[in-house]
């Protein structure tokens, strides 16, 4: 029996955590003391691509409001691209006060890509 797994779905955990704590104007203490972890823990899942256990997981993706589907089921053709679940996830953690400016830059890229497309025509 191997010890180990490649668990491909999970690569990116560290990093998105990282992410929303950020986003959230956490601490890395702060989230560890919410947790009942060490930081130095936290610091490992975040940066050195350690695994959590499973309450700690839960708890990190209930915190980070991170979709946790994302980390268990592989990415079927007609789903969002990684890029675009980012990008909904970074929408998620954003407060009220910064929606204008990100509707305005989609806005902005949506008549560019516009633009492209009357050109192509």
């Not at 203490?29 to 975040?46: F, K, T, V």
């Not at 009220?96 to 050109?119: C, I, S, Y």
């Given at each position: 029996?191997?010890?180990?797994?490649?668990?491909?779905?999970?690569?990116?955990?560290?990093?998105?955590?990282?992410?929303?704590?950020?986003?959230?104007?956490?601490?890395?203490?702060?989230?560890?003391?919410?947790?009942?972890?060490?930081?130095?823990?936290?610091?490992?899942?975040?940066?050195?691509?350690?695994?959590?256990?499973?309450?700690?997981?839960?708890?990190?993706?209930?915190?980070?409001?991170l979709p946790a589907d994302r980390y268990f089921f592989e990415q079927e053709e007609g789903q969002p691209s990684e890029q675009r679940r980012r990008v909904s996830q970074?929408?998620?953690?954003?407060?009220?006060?910064?929606?204008?400016?990100?509707?305005?830059?989609?806005?902005?890229?949506?008549?560019?890509?516009?633009?492209?497309?009357?050109?192509?025509?």
């Open positions: 029996m191997r010890k180990t797994r490649e668990c491909s779905n999970l690569k990116t955990l560290g990093a998105d955590i990282k992410a929303a704590r950020l986003a959230l104007r956490m601490t890395r203490r702060a989230l560890a003391d919410q947790l009942g972890i060490d930081p130095r823990y936290l610091a490992n899942i975040e940066n050195s691509g350690s695994l959590p256990s499973l309450p700690i997981f839960y708890e990190l993706v209930r915190i980070c409001k970074k929408l998620t953690l954003c407060s009220e006060e910064f929606l204008p400016v990100v509707e305005g830059a989609l806005d902005g890229a949506l008549k560019v890509q516009e633009g492209r497309a009357e050109q192509e025509d």
